[in-house]
């Protein structure tokens, strides 16, 4: 039906058109008619009067209205409908530009209908720009409607997750809570744990100081006899100075002395096991004098003792600890006897512990400066240390008080060691020489100069008088202390600073710690050198076990390495 509709009403439109293009014709016919009645009468008037000048007329009233009034007044109806459609439609057309007119002076003035026409176009474009906007207000709703469902969706999901949390939170409170219950248990578990290794220890130390003992008793009765002989045979003791003062001294056969010809030099070194014993770097250790076991110095504030594989102990396990310096740890020492441990900080104290008690015994205060390094006298009664103040004291033990003080170096005193059963003290310091000094009379009996650069440390070879030395440029230097005039061999350890060395027990072999992160193995007779690497910052101490056949180094990573 609305299909039947439509095409009535085209039929409709197109008679109306018919009709309406039809008037127009006939009123065009009656324009032409009329204009040219009009012009024959003007051109008339024209002859008759006389010429006169062309000039452009003034229009009184627009164009539109004076051809409407003319055709008008001549009755031509259907001439002024068709020409207000095409004058009102040709207005449309151009809207708001102006329209020349062939007369100069005349332009296109629109009037109410044209307004009312521009105005009706205009609105058509508003109605189409609300349809525009209708289907875009449409689309955002139903954006909306979908980001609202989302949204609802994911509320409710975080609503779960966050129920979920609360529910975990709960669940760590309670294992915190149960865990807090446990500790007490643990922490008294691992005091007997601690408690027992220290009784261990301690039984093996006093085990060895037994046999030790029961060892020395047939050396000890040899000399007695020999002094009753010389006295039932008239010979009298000497009482001069230095028989007396080596009764405040006395010297023993070195054990180690005694090992040497039965020793033979290990050629190859490589890494058998390596433990994360501090967390900060480690600036010194120490090899117990019978036992293997290891004492570690760290710039973490403690010290700590190590079983090293020995008996079926386990490498890395910690024996002991002690904390008790305010400043960094710059050398430790075991006690001859090896139930204590002296060590050295950066708070210019030396602190005597003992094993048996589990704490520090002894605070030696008298250094100005940092102490660097210590070492015992074969006695066990006698202390050295070596300062940044330029001195070097020794301590009476059983006094608790400074003994004597060296002074003779110009710069810092880096590192002090006995010569074992001897009151021999070697030193070096920065400021590039070596000194020893006799430590009975506190008196310099040689030095030995030949360094470029600062001595970082310096140690005797059990084997003989030999002494080596290193400076912060990685030379080392042998020195025969018979001879202090000149060095007997020079050696590169590289192009960084060496750190310390260490003799072999056969003093055939030189293990020199470098800065490179490299251990520097040097042959003593050939002067050959090779490397062990292992650590991955620089080697700070280096140390050989009782016969020889393993190397021990630790450095600034905080690992300690054991190289068979």
Same mark, same amino acid.
């Given at each position: 039906m /609305? ?6 009403a ?8 018919n009709?309406?293009?039809e ?19 003007t051109a @008339? ?9 062309q000039?452009?007329?003034k229009?009184?009233?627009?164009v ?6 003319f ?5 031509m /109806?259907?001439?002024?409908r068709?020409f ?20 100069a ?33 449409l689309?955002a709703g ?11 969706f ?5 609503r779960?997750?966050?129920e979920?949390?609360n529910?975990l ?11 807090e219950?446990?500790?007490p ?6 005091e007997k ?12 130390i006093?085990k ?11 050396n000890?009765e ?25 009764m ?15 020793e ?7 890494? @058998? ?39 079926? =102990? ?24 090896g139930?204590?441990l ?9 602190r ?23 070492s015992?006298?074969?006695?066990g ?9 330029r001195?070097?004291?020794l ?20 590192s ?13 310091s920065?400021?590039?020489t070596?000194?020893l ?32 030395s ?21 050696? =590169? ?22 800065s ?11 002067l ?5 690497s292992?650590? @991955?910052?620089g ?12 190397v021990i ?10 190289? @068979?």
């Amino acid at each position: 039906m /609305s299909a039947q509709r439509k095409e009535r009403a085209e039929e409709e439109n197109r008679e109306e058109e018919n009709k309406v293009e039809e008037e127009r014709r006939d009123d065009e016919e009656d324009f032409e008619e009329a204009m040219r009645e009009f012009a024959s009468s003007t051109a @008339s008037r024209r002859k008759c009067e006389p010429p006169k000048l062309q000039m452009i007329p003034k229009i009184p009233e627009a164009v539109d209205d004076f051809l409407r009034n003319f055709l008008r007044k001549l009755g031509m /109806s259907r001439t002024l409908r068709s020409f207000e459609a095409e004058w009102y439609g040709s207005a449309q057309k151009l809207q708001t530009e102006s329209l020349r007119m062939t007369c100069a002076g005349v332009s296109f003035i629109p009037d109410a209908l044209t307004h009312r026409q521009l105005l009706h176009s205009e609105l058509q474009e508003v109605h189409r720009e609300t349809d525009l906007l209708r289907e875009e207000v449409l689309a955002a709703g139903e954006r909306l409607g979908r980001m609202q469902r989302e949204a609802d969706f994911h509320r409710l999901q975080y609503r779960r997750v966050q129920e979920e949390k609360n529910r975990l939170i709960n669940d760590f409170k309670k294992l915190k809570k149960h865990l807090e219950s446990y500790e007490p248990a643990l922490k008294q578990l691992d005091e007997k744990y601690q408690t027992a290794l220290s009784q261990k220890m301690l039984i093996s130390i006093e085990k060895e100081r037994v046999k030790s003992s029961i060892n020395a008793q047939p050396n000890q009765e040899k000399p007695q006899m020999k002094k009753e002989r010389s006295i039932k045979s008239g010979d009298r003791p000497d009482k001069s100075p230095e028989k007396s003062n080596n009764m405040r001294y006395p010297k023993f056969p070195d054990p180690h002395l005694a090992q040497v010809s039965f020793e033979t030099c290990k050629s190859s070194f490589s890494l @058998s096991c390596s433990v994360r014993a501090h967390q900060l770097p480690i600036s010194c250790i120490d090899l117990h004098p019978r036992k293997m076991v290891l004492s570690s110095a760290s710039d973490d504030h403690s010290w700590r003792l190590w079983a090293l594989p020995a008996d079926g =102990e386990k490498v890395g396990q910690m024996v002991m600890t002690g904390e008790g310096h305010s400043d960094w740890l710059s050398g430790c020492s075991f006690h001859p006897e090896g139930a204590k441990l002296a060590t050295t900080s950066g708070d210019s104290t030396v602190r005597l512990w003992d094993f048996s008690r589990g704490c520090c015994v002894l605070m030696l205060a008298g250094h100005t400066q940092p102490t660097w390094g210590c070492s015992f006298h074969s006695c066990g009664h006698l202390l050295a240390s070596c300062s940044a103040d330029r001195t070097i004291k020794l301590w009476d033990l059983n006094r608790a008080s400074c003994h004597l003080t060296l002074r003779r170096h110009t710069a810092s005193v880096n590192s002090v060691r006995f010569l074992p059963f001897s009151d021999l003290l070697l030193a070096c310091s920065a400021d590039k020489t070596l000194a020893l000094w006799d430590a009975k009379v506190g008196l310099c009996v040689a030095t030995f100069q030949g360094h470029q650069h600062p001595c970082n440390h310096a140690a005797f070879s059990l084997a003989g008088g030999i002494a080596a030395s290193c400076d912060t440029r990685g030379v080392v230097k042998l020195w025969d202390i018979r001879k202090p005039s000149s060095a007997t061999a020079t050696v =590169e350890a590289g192009q960084q600073a060496a750190n310390q060395v260490a003799f072999s027990p056969s003093g055939k072999t030189l293990a020199v710690a470098c800065s490179d992160g490299l251990v520097r193995m040097v042959d003593v007779a050939s002067l050959v050198v090779s490397s062990l690497s292992g650590h @991955s910052d620089g080697v700070q101490s280096v140390t050989f076990d009782h016969k020889g056949e393993t190397v021990i180094s630790a450095g600034s990573d905080g690992s300690i390495n054991v190289w @068979s």
